[in-house]
């Protein structure tokens, strides 16, 4: 699947559901409304989209949400396609989870092909972590990273770099994932669906961190990449890697090689735009895969150069209605 500016499309991202066990303030409202089952694709759909795209040239699959590891009997689906890695098609499947999880899942996860997964944590805070999530309680987390790291996964940490919340433990974050193993990435604040704040206090430049970073930590340029937007460094004194993604500041869509997929089964092209496809019409119409080819050929024709965000102080409004739990992270 080559896009309309040369980029190859080889990177799939599905939100297996728009459920999670928490309600991160920057992320949801407290108040979700969920979508209704019947218009969730089942674990049988989920399955053969991803097959679909497997055969047009998808390489690496990101299991998202929501939180994917609370949708019931998600095991089976992960099992399911981690028996396809190696196979000549996929070559890495994974999943973003907060963590809350994890210690019951991470050996089976191990088992089933999975080797890295990124996992949600903005602090260490216990009481901080409670008011993030708004009820979320952090010790089961850390057993789940604890867990991870037993199993053999390699983790990878997201935090969003929230001004005035979590600005001053990026040294703790950064020592704590030296202690263990993990990689961490700093993620800048997207302006996707309405919460109840206001983003215009929560955003936080990360050149301004990483400035500050650089005061205490020797920050080396690395050219490593794992297929995402993120910008890595390699850090001296631990000896991980350091990654920024800045949406904000910096435009990360010319290497941009990813879609979206809901679980309703909409493909976005791209998270910072409203156009989307409808795969769950194709895929429900018929047993055989043709429509289905069909429509995400024709969706991947129309993916756009890139997003346009910005954080309007006068509206204050998102720049994208969809919150980031329907698209997946
Ligand atoms: N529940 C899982 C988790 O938290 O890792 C997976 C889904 S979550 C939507 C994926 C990622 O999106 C998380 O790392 C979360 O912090 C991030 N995220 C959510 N809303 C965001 C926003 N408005 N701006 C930037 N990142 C956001
Ligand atoms: Fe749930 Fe992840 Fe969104 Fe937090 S960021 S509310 S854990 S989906």
């Given at each position: 699947?080559?896009?309309?500016?040369?980029?190859?499309?080889?990177?799939?991202?599905?939100?297996?559901?728009?459920?999670?066990?928490?309600?991160?303030?920057?992320?949801?409202?407290?108040?979700?409304?969920?979508?209704?089952?019947?218009?969730?694709?089942?674990?049988?759909?989920?399955?053969?989209?991803?097959?679909?795209?497997?055969?047009?040239?998808?390489?690496?699959?990101?299991?998202?949400?929501?939180?994917?590891?609370?949708?019931?009997?998600?095991?089976?689906?992960?099992?399911?396609?981690?028996?396809?890695?190696?196979?000549?098609?996929?070559?890495?499947?994974?999943?973003?989870?907060?963590?809350?999880?994890?210690?019951?899942?991470?050996?089976?996860?191990?088992?089933?092909?999975?080797?890295?997964?990124?996992?949600?944590?903005?602090?260490?805070?216990?009481?901080?972590?409670?008011?993030?999530?708004?009820?979320?309680?952090?010790?089961?987390?850390?057993?789940?990273?604890?867990?991870?790291?037993?199993?053999?996964?390699?983790?990878?940490?997201?935090?969003?770099?929230?001004?005035?919340?979590?600005?001053?433990?990026?040294?703790?974050?950064?020592?704590?994932?030296?202690?263990?193993?993990?990689?961490?990435?700093?993620?800048?604040?997207?302006?996707?669906?309405?919460?109840?704040?206001?983003?215009?206090?929560?955003?936080?430049?990360?050149?301004?961190?990483?400035?500050?970073?650089?005061?205490?930590?020797?920050?080396?340029?690395?050219?490593?990449?794992?297929?995402?937007?993120?910008?890595?460094v390699e850090v001296a004194e631990t000896g991980q890697r350091l990654g920024f993604i800045t949406p904000m500041t910096h435009n990360f869509c010319?290497?941009?090689?990813?879609?979206?997929?809901?679980?309703?089964?909409?493909?976005?092209?791209?998270?910072?735009?409203?156009?989307?496809?409808?795969?769950?019409?194709?895929?429900?119409?018929?047993?055989?895969?043709?429509?289905?080819?069909?429509a995400v050929l024709d969706a991947i024709a129309r993916k756009p150069k890139g997003h346009d965000f910005v954080i309007d102080r006068t509206l204050?409004?998102?720049?994208?209605?969809?919150?980031?739990?329907?698209?997946?992270?």
């Open positions: 699947m080559i896009d309309p500016f040369g980029r190859s499309v080889t990177y799939l991202r599905v939100s297996v559901t728009d459920r999670c066990d928490l309600r991160c303030v920057y992320c949801m409202a407290e108040d979700m409304t969920f979508l209704p089952k019947a218009d969730i694709l089942s674990l049988e759909e989920l399955e053969r989209l991803c097959n679909a795209f497997i055969r047009l040239g998808v390489r690496k699959l990101r299991l998202t949400g929501g939180e994917p590891l609370v949708r019931r009997n998600i095991m089976s689906l992960i099992r399911n396609l981690g028996a396809q890695i190696g196979k000549g098609g996929l070559e890495e499947l994974t999943l973003t989870t907060n963590g809350t999880q994890l210690a019951k899942y991470a050996d089976e996860l191990f088992a089933a092909g999975v080797r890295r997964i990124n996992v949600s944590l903005d602090t260490l805070d216990p009481a901080k972590f409670k008011s993030i999530t708004r009820w979320g309680d952090i010790a089961k987390v850390m057993d789940g990273l604890m867990a991870a790291k037993a199993a053999g996964l390699k983790v990878k940490l997201n935090t969003v770099a929230l001004k005035g919340v979590n600005e001053d433990e990026y040294d703790r974050l950064l020592e704590f994932c030296g202690e263990h193993g993990f990689d961490l990435t700093l993620i800048e604040t997207m302006p996707l669906g309405d919460i109840d704040g206001d983003r215009t206090d929560q955003y936080l430049p990360l050149s301004q961190v990483r400035a500050q970073l650089e005061q205490r930590w020797t920050l080396r340029e690395s050219s490593h990449r794992t297929g995402g937007p993120a910008r890595y010319e290497s941009c090689n990813r879609v979206r997929v809901t679980c309703t089964g909409t493909l976005y092209m791209c998270l910072g735009q409203e156009d989307a496809a409808d795969l769950r019409a194709p895929l429900r119409a018929s047993e055989s895969d043709e429509l289905i080819t069909q204050n409004k998102p720049a994208v209605a969809r919150h980031m739990s329907v698209t997946g992270g």
